[in-house]
Nanobody, 114 residues
Framework: QVQVVESGGGLVQTGGSLTLSCAAS????????MGWHRQAPGKQRELVAA???????TYADSVKGRFTISRDNAKKSVYLQMNSLMPEDTAVYYC????????WGQGTQVTVSS
């Protein structure tokens, strides 16, 4: 069984920074991608950023240039460095791992005050 656990959410002012962390454990295939989605109140869940096993990255247009995703394969972890945060970044951020199927974390709240 695979578990995915996020940490690092919180409250920050506009223009501030936060780093989200996500660690996976369990019976994980050798090749897997990881990433982050987010869901704001009343909106659909959307992809924020993803990184493949070979380090290729994908970003939503709304976060390009502000967010950076990285991974540590030895720790089976992924990180999301978020800079220049804006109120519209407020959401629950969900980490996922994709191998034989998609495994989701429980989510962590990020709130950006204006």
């Amino acid at each position: 069984q695979v578990q995915v656990v996020e940490s690092g959410g919180g409250l920050v002012q506009t223009g501030g920074s936060l780093t989200l962390s996500c660690a996976a454990s369990g019976n994980i295939y050798s090749r897997y991608s990881m990433g982050w989605h987010r869901q704001a109140p009343g909106k659909q869940r959307e992809l924020v950023a993803a990184i493949t096993s070979d380090g290729s990255t994908t970003y939503a247009d709304s976060v390009k240039g502000r967010f950076t995703i990285s991974r540590d394969n030895a720790k089976k972890s992924v990180y999301l460095q978020m800079n220049s945060l804006m109120p519209e970044d407020t959401a629950v951020y969900y980490c996922y791992l994709r191998s034989d199927r998609v495994y989701w974390g429980q989510g962590t709240q990020v709130t950006v005050s204006s």
